[in-house]
Every structure is written in structure tokens, then in C-alpha cells.
């Protein structure tokens, strides 16, 4: 599976977020629900830094545990500037950092193969390790066609740095 290393700069973003459980995300599809939500309110931004861009961002508590823990997600765009936030909507800044890359082709609900080869394989065999407790999807309008399109392109954006050395 091919990877990058990039790097982003500070990001702010503006949006909505709600606390969900990988089950809840399974069974229900509620990062779903909630992107269809934000894409009927995204015209109420008026200062979009890339109006071809939308962000998924996942907050994992410290400690986190997939079969117990819930996280925040929350999908938005980037801003250059906090004058006009829509009632209801929620900010989201996001420090510049390393990330490694993975493009992944497909449904959303089959990106979590992306996840495990991040833990089970590239991770063990590169000189980075995760760091912070977030990652970014970056959905484009010319590349993703919907959460259920084989034919959806999308970014997923681990925030790294170099393993310590001993």
C-alpha cells in the first residue's frame, strides 16, 4: 500500500461534530448522516479558505479503546478567518504537523482496511510512530463522489514523527 510523508500547515476549520462509537459509525452511519448534514449547511460559510474541499477530522480520547471508547469526528472546511460561524457550527483548529499519507480508492466503510495496515504493518516497519490523537480525510469535490461510490477518492492523513532513538 503506498504511502507519503507531508507535511500541513495550521489549519482552522469550521463545521459540525458530534461524539460517535465505531459501532454507532457501523450500524447506524452516523459520520454518514452527519457529513450529509454539513454538505446541506456548507453554503452557509462564506469565507472558505478551498471551496473544493471538505475535511473529516477523528479525535481519539487518551487511552483509547475502539471496542469501548467514543471519539469526535467532525467534518468541516478551512476558513481564513473566524469573523461569520454559522449558528449551530463548531471550530476545529488543527496545528500544523507531519503526516503520512495513504490515497484510498472505494466505499468509506472499506477505509478501515487503510487503518489496519497503518497498525499491523507500516508502522512496525517505518522510523515514525503516531503522534497527538486525530486524523485527517480530505474528500475533494473532483475526486470523491459520496461516501458509498467505489469510484471515491480520499486522503487519509496520520499525524507522525520520528521514533525516539535509545
Known amino acids: 500500500m503506498e504511502s507519503k510523508i507531508i507535511q500541513k500547515p495550521e489549519m482552522t476549520l469550521v463545521g459540525l461534530a458530534a461524539n460517535v462509537t465505531l459501532k454507532e459509525i457501523q450500524e447506524e452511519k452516523t459520520?454518514?448522516?452527519?457529513?450529509?448534514t454539513f454538505m446541506g449547511r456548507r453554503s452557509e460559510i462564506m469565507e472558505c479558505s478551498n471551496s473544493k474541499e471538505v475535511f473529516g477530522v477523528s479525535?481519539?480520547?487518551?487511552?483509547?479503546?475502539?471496542?469501548?471508547?467514543?471519539f469526535e469526528f467532525f467534518v468541516g472546511v478551512k476558513v481564513p478567518s473566524l469573523h461569520q460561524i454559522p449558528e449551530g457550527m463548531v471550530v476545529r483548529k488543527i496545528p500544523a504537523n507531519t503526516y503520512v499519507?495513504?490515497?484510498?480508492?472505494?466505499?468509506?466503510?472499506?477505509a478501515g482496511s487503510i487503518h489496519n495496515y497503518?497498525?499491523?504493518?507500516?508502522?512496525?516497519?517505518?522510523?515514525?510512530?503516531?503522534?497527538?490523537?486525530?486524523?485527517?480525510?480530505?474528500?475533494?469535490d473532483e475526486r470523491n463522489q459520496g461516501p458509498e461510490s467505489e469510484e471515491s477518492i480520499t486522503d487519509l492523513c496520520f499525524p507522525i514523527r520520528k521514533k525516539a532513538t535509545m
Do not use: H
Not at 499519507?101 to 472499506?110: E, L, N, P
Not at 499491523?120 to 517505518?126: A, D, E, G, N
Open 31 to 36: 459520520t454518514y448522516k452527519l457529513g450529509s
Open 59 to 70: 479525535t481519539d480520547p487518551e487511552k483509547y479503546d475502539p471496542d469501548m471508547n467514543a
Open 101 to 110: 499519507q495513504f490515497t484510498f480508492k472505494g466505499t468509506a466503510d472499506k
Open 118 to 140: 497503518l497498525y499491523s504493518t507500516w508502522l512496525k516497519q517505518s522510523e515514525y510512530e503516531l503522534c497527538d490523537r486525530y486524523n485527517i480525510e480530505v474528500y475533494d
